[in-house]
């Protein structure tokens, strides 16, 4: 779509001011020279009026909530930061680097939730597709969607891109449905309930070790091939 309406910023987006007043109780160093620092760097990039200024989306705020919280928790440099971010652009969920087990999806806030429309507007996918990933089962039939929902959708654009659809992807669900299966049941063989906290954390480190196993695994098809 050309022109100058094309490039206007999306409603309910908000300016620096206002980011301030959402991070600041957490973050009280922050600062408009520092966002505008984070954007100088790449890490974060705010739409734009027609006037020049800056307007951010609810994912721009989680963005730099996950940035603040890596420089000042995790004392990581902004070039590994970088490198984290551009994981989860990517539709991954990286461990942070110095922590383990710990992936930056558990950085944002757990309570964060979006709308079909934002959660749209966050990837720039449309409501169609995102009705084709919910019908493939990749992402829940719900009003409101998980931050990682982003992540997620990002992905599966990239891969719709590349010609592999939603539907191609049901094997995915139907493989994932199995593992959480064979999770549940070795973590109950350890006394642990996938419910609580220890098996919750107990039941994502045998995810992260069958993660390791399937990546190595395709990879080797992918060679095979």
């Not at 505008?36 to 200024?53: A, H, I």
């Not at 990581?76 to 969920?93: F, N, T, W, Y």
């Not at 107990?202 to 399937?214: C, M, Q």
């Amino acid at each position: 779509m050309a022109g100058a309406a094309a490039r206007q910023p999306a409603p309910g987006l908000l300016s620096i001011g206002q980011v301030l007043a959402r991070l600041q109780d957490d973050f009280a160093d922050l600062s408009p020279s520092k966002l505008r620092f984070l954007e100088e760097q790449g890490l974060v990039t705010p739409e734009r009026t027609k006037s020049g200024y800056r307007k951010f989306s609810q994912a721009h705020i989680e963005r730099l909530r996950l940035i603040l919280t890596l420089q000042r928790d995790h004392y990581l440099p902004l070039k590994v930061i970088a490198e984290v971010l551009d994981e989860m652009d990517q539709g991954r969920d990286p461990v942070i680097p110095g922590a383990a087990r710990r992936s930056a999806s558990s950085i944002l806030s757990p309570k964060r939730v979006l709308g079909s429309d934002e959660l749209c507007r966050s990837t720039g996918a449309s409501p169609r597709f995102l009705g084709e990933a919910i019908a493939a089962g990749l992402l829940p039939a719900a009003e409101v969607f998980p931050h990682d929902a982003v992540s997620q959708l990002t992905a599966l654009l990239r891969l719709a891109e590349r010609g592999i659809t939603p539907r191609h992807l049901r094997a995915v669900r139907v493989a994932a449905e199995r593992e959480a299966e064979l999770i549940s049941r070795a973590a109950s063989t350890r006394g642990m309930k996938t419910g609580t906290p220890a098996g919750e954390e107990e039941a994502l480190e045998f995810a992260g070790y069958l993660d390791t196993v399937r990546s190595g695994v395709l990879r080797r098809a992918i060679s095979d091939a």
